[in-house]
């Protein structure tokens, strides 16, 4: 049965996709959230027929076949009324007068409303220009229909159109020249094969903190991995194959619920099915929840791993209960949610989970055609020292080869060499297929989609255009910062601080919120917009970006991806481990009057994989650099789940393999003995930072 989307629906009956969702919860037993949502080709007709009358005809129709019971009693009535004039009844009725009058109403704002011209890849910030409101009102309002975006992120199309609409504007989207010359790759691809085949399901684990999912992805790594890998700390490309009965799948082994944000924004759909993982004793938590919408917003098959199954509390039926209160009914209840008990920490459970997912993926019917160009989707990148812009890369359709010429977002590049999960290069990769690329000329964005084209210097046209539209917006958007504050609420741009609080306990954050909303200012109104526990992450960076705020950790961090999105989106983070100076400095900074502080400069984030005991030094952690390096000389703290549990620690040791180094650089294991502790965890993040003093 094919289906049809909200705003493709909306667009053939000429009216807003907003007006046509108001008609179908109104009207239609039917769940739509957002213009993105897809009808069955059944219902789509029933709603053009409420919309155009040819319901009311049907049922009159129906009327006279006798098929309506309860109108045969008036039919008796009617016969006896004198028939209408000829010419009476060629006039129309009531309500199709009605309905000509709304018709030619909306034809006439159609055709008053303004029009904004678009051309290639939209941004956030250009979009919000051409509307003329601010950049955090439209983030804010993409947040309401279930897209996060930052201000300097591609929307799709859809997206961009549907937003306009609501705005009241018409688009005239056309795409760039030069795009369009990059989109002749498809002419190019006339004499390649267009068959489609079988291929692999990309899944993504989502679930409450401390409910099991990376145990769980770790059980089934040991115990699934394709043959290749050893012992020892592994290459982490955040994407990883599984063997099931001679088939693969992949695994997507991104933090929080990251493939579902930053990438649904961009228009991106990597993710094929969603496995939640929900604790047996624990039962559904807020996180759990909001990995349940994104996965909905997404449209994602969900598949629900109740974990803990060894536990003495466990309480699978109250679990499942609490799912079916969320709309994912068991299919032992007579729902279609698969459910299975697992036990991560034995082992059991893991080879019907798997199985599962091999039957969802079959009832899918997955299909890519490899004989393709290439394209796909940014998983994950960073910058190595000894390699460079190094992007994890899951192709979704075509194969990818060494020395292709490809664009990802805004960067260009050519095709160095590729690297699977094992760190064995390899020449190609077909779809579904997780890779490591080397050879780009900066660093793109998770979410990123890239292709590849025709020749590097259509890449590099293309890349170099898409990147001065996004410098022309970063350029309207001016920030509110502490340095800055006194300044602009000078210039009277100011009126109110908003702050987001983020800490390690609840006792600290209302503590900080009382002590900040005691504050009596003259000059500017404090207002705390958010406040929560634990890392600072993504989403609260992009809520920062939409309220022009400031955001204030209390003993907590922001994670690598929230510290990258905010100095690109120029998002103030301020990080305390007393609460008075939080006061201090943001009094000082409405006076004009704060002092000269010491600045961190973050090097690089660690991350502990193994701990070997030595009887004489104490817990050596095998680690391996993930971001920037770490030196004998910094200075390093202890994150452990995004709350620090070590501050301005010391490094004893620091070694590679048996020898002493100065330093070990991203993308390379280590060995580390910190001075005076020893309570190391695995999975622990050791970041190492130097102090530097800086004027204000």
């Given at each position: 049965m094919s289906k049809v989307r909200v705003y493709e629906l909306a667009k053939e009956l000429g009216i807003t996709s907003k007006k046509l969702i108001e008609v179908i919860k109104k009207d239609m037993d039917i769940d739509v959230n957002n213009h993105m949502s897809t009808l069955t080709d059944e219902d789509a007709k029933k709603v053009m027929a409420i919309l155009t009358g040819k319901a009311g005809e049907e049922a009159s129709k129906e009327t006279k076949k006798g098929k309506t019971a309860p109108k045969a009693k008036e039919s008796e009535a009617v016969k006896k009324k004198e028939?209408?004039?000829?010419?009476?009844?060629?006039?129309?009725?009531?309500?199709?007068?009605?309905?000509?009058?709304?018709?030619?109403?909306?034809?006439?704002?159609?055709?008053?409303?303004?029009?904004?011209?678009?051309?290639?890849?939209?941004?956030?910030?250009?979009?919000?220009?051409?509307?003329?409101?601010?950049?955090?009102?439209?983030?804010?309002?993409?947040?309401?229909?279930?897209?996060m975006a930052s201000v300097n992120q591609a929307l799709n199309p859809e997206t961009v159109e549907f937003v306009a609409e609501e705005y009241g504007f018409d688009v005239d989207y056309r795409e760039d020249l030069l795009e369009e010359e990059l989109l002749a790759v498809k002419e190019s691809e006339a004499g390649l094969k267009n068959e489609e085949v079988l291929r692999k399901p990309v899944v993504t684990v989502l679930g409450h903190v401390?409910?099991?999912?990376?145990?769980?992805?770790?059980?089934?790594?040991?115990?699934?991995?394709?043959?290749?890998?050893?012992?020892?700390?592994?290459?982490?490309?955040?994407?990883?194959?599984?063997?099931?009965d001679d088939k693969k799948v992949v695994f997507l082994d991104t933090p929080g619920h990251e493939a579902f944000t930053a990438m649904r924004a961009r228009g991106a759909q990597v993710t094929d099915i969603a496995v939640l993982v929900v604790a047996a004793d624990d039962g559904v938590m807020p996180q759990t929840v909001e990995?349940?919408?994104?996965?909905?917003?997404?449209?994602?098959?969900?598949?629900?791993?109740?974990?803990?199954?060894?536990?003495?509390?466990?309480?699978?039926?109250?679990?499942?209960?609490?799912?079916?209160?969320?709309?994912?009914?068991?299919?032992?209840?007579?729902?279609?949610?698969?459910?299975?008990?697992?036990s991560a920490i034995k082992g059991e459970g893991l080879d019907e989970l798997l199985e599962m997912i091999l039957l969802l993926a079959e009832v899918a019917e997955l299909k890519a055609c490899p004989d393709q160009y290439a394209k796909g989707t940014v998983i994950e990148a960073n910058l190595d020292k000894g390699r460079g812009p190094v992007a994890t890369v899951l192709v979704q359709n075509g194969t990818l080869y060494v020395g292709e010429p490809i664009i990802c977002g805004s960067i260009a590049g050519k095709v160095r060499a590729m690297l699977n999960e094992h760190g064995e290069r390899v020449s190609a990769a077909g779809p579904s297929t997780p890779v490591e690329i080397l050879g780009l000329n900066d660093v793109p964005m998770a979410g990123d989609s890239f292709q590849v084209v025709i020749n590097e210097r259509i890449a590099r046209q293309v890349?170099?255009?898409?990147?001065?539209?996004?410098?022309?917006?970063?350029?309207?958007?001016?920030?509110?910062?502490?340095?800055?504050?006194?300044?602009?609420?000078?210039?009277?741009?100011?009126?109110?601080?908003n702050l987001i609080l983020k800490a390690d306990v609840q006792g600290s954050v209302e503590a900080l919120r009382d002590a900040l909303t005691k504050l009596s200012l003259d000059e500017v109104q404090i207002k705390i917009i958010h406040t929560g526990v634990g890392a600072i992450n993504e989403t609260d960076i992009m809520l920062a970006s939409a309220s022009n705020a400031i955001v204030i950790g209390f003993n907590v961090r922001p994670d690598s991806n929230a510290r990258k999105l905010a100095e690109k989106n120029q998002v103030d983070i301020r990080l305390y481990r007393i609460i008075y100076e939080a006061i201090e400095d943001i009094q000082a900074a409405v006076k004009g009057m704060l002092k000269p502080v010491m600045k961190e400069v973050i090097q690089g984030q660690v991350e502990v994989r193994q701990l070997f005991k030595a009887s004489k030094l104490g817990n050596i952690a095998g680690s391996y650099v993930i971001e920037g390096k770490i030196s004998r000389n910094s200075i390093v703290r202890v994150i452990r789940d995004g709350a620090v549990v070590h501050e301005s620690g010391s490094i004893a040791s620091l070694k590679r393999f048996k020898d002493d180094v100065r330093e070990v650089s991203s993308g390379y294991e280590c060995g580390i003995l910190l001075e005076n502790y020893n309570d190391l965890h695995e999975g622990d993040i050791i970041e190492a930072y130097l102090m530097e003093q800086i004027a204000r």
């Open positions: 028939k209408p004039k000829e010419e009476e009844r060629t006039v129309p009725g009531r309500k199709a007068r009605k309905m000509i009058q709304e018709e030619k109403r909306a034809a006439m704002l159609k055709a008053q409303k303004p029009k904004i011209n678009l051309e290639g890849q939209v941004t956030v910030a250009e979009l919000a220009s051409k509307l003329d409101i601010t950049s955090a009102q439209l983030i804010t309002h993409l947040m309401e229909i279930g897209v401390d409910h099991g999912k990376t145990l769980l992805l770790d059980a089934i790594r040991s115990a699934n991995v394709v043959s290749g890998e050893f012992g020892g700390i592994t290459q982490h490309i955040g994407a990883y194959q599984v063997n099931v990995a349940i919408n994104h996965a909905k917003a997404a449209n994602v098959p969900v598949l629900v791993a109740i974990n803990k199954m060894d536990k003495a509390e466990a309480n699978a039926e109250r679990v499942k209960q609490q799912l079916a209160e969320h709309d994912l009914v068991p299919e032992e209840w007579g729902g279609d949610t698969i459910v299975v008990p697992v890349a170099d255009k898409r990147a001065n539209k996004i410098k022309e917006a970063s350029r309207q958007v001016q920030r509110v910062t502490l340095e800055d504050l006194f300044k602009q609420i000078q210039e009277g741009e100011v009126k109110e601080l």
